[in-house]
T-cell receptor, first 115, second 111 residues
Framework: DVKVTQSSRYLVKRTGEKVFLECVQD?????MFWYRQDPGLGLRLIYF???????EKGDIPEGYSVSREKKERFSLILESASTNQTSMYLC??????????????FGSGTQLSVL | QKEVEQNSGPLSVPEGAIASLNCTYS??????FFWYRQYSGKSPELIMF????GDKEDGRFTAQLNKASQYVSLLIRDSQPSDSATYLC???????????FGPGTRLSVLP
């Protein structure tokens, strides 16, 4: 069965802390994504990766970085957390894209609160 | 700016009725179209995808695509209370894995 696992369901951090969100998939997918979801704004893409050690900026990369050292693991890093980064963070993966794209499988999400 | 728009709702329908969810997109180069269902507090799950103009049916769900009008819809027949969720429209604009999501429509099916 398809599985994308995010390390924490809820996380509370202080302003200025460095925050790591971990995501692991067991489907041998090439592509992995980090989204944040806010009420009324839908899902917005932060970063994605289509191969190990490769990364591409999404629509809202500011204040975030990512790491993909192994195919199955994609980490999102908040270098210095701020209150406007309080959000639901969703990791997703997909197989190598065809011309028309492939479906996304999502993790269960991490609700991050920055105080 | 590539945009995907949906009515935020809530859309309320009685049990057994047809629920119609609509989505418009701005990029004419969009190639593929997806509907995700998201229950409150849960992550999105894919329920339908469509690539070509016309209708695609899967059980109680029908996706409809009209590229000329830049419009995609999801029909849910014989709606059930368990269909109550937020439905996200997602569009792949055709290169790489660049999905753009709409804000979602909240559907409430009343028993």
């Amino acid at each position: 069965d398809v599985k994308v696992t995010q390390s924490s369901r809820y996380l509370v951090k202080r302003t200025g802390e460095k925050v790591f969100l971990e995501c692991v998939q067991d489907m041998d997918h090439e592509n992995m994504f980090w989204y944040r979801q806010d009420p009324g704004l839908g899902l917005r893409l932060i970063y994605f990766s289509y191969d190990v050690k490769m990364k591409e900026k999404g629509d809202i990369p500011e204040g975030y970085s990512v790491s993909r050292e192994k195919k199955e693991r994609f980490s999102l890093i908040l270098e210095s957390a701020s209150t406007n980064q309080t959000s639901m963070y969703l990791c997703a993966s997909s197989a190598q894209d065809t011309l028309l794209g492939e479906k996304l499988f999502f993790g269960s999400g991490t609700q991050l609160s920055v105080l | 700016q590539k945009e995907v728009e949906q009515n935020s709702g809530p859309l309320s329908v009685p049990e057994g009725a047809i629920a119609s969810l609509n989505c418009t997109y701005s990029d004419r180069g969009s190639q593929s179209f997806f509907w995700y269902r998201q229950y409150s507090g849960k992550s999105p799950e894919l329920i339908m995808f469509i690539y070509s103009n016309g209708d695609k049916e899967d059980g109680r769900f029908t996706a409809q695509l009209n590229k000329a009008s830049q419009y995609v819809s999801l029909l849910i027949r014989d709606s059930q209370p368990s269909d109550s969720a937020t439905y996200l429209c997602a569009v792949n604009i055709g290169y790489g894995q660049n999905f753009v999501f709409g804000p979602g429509t909240r559907l409430s099916v009343l028993p």
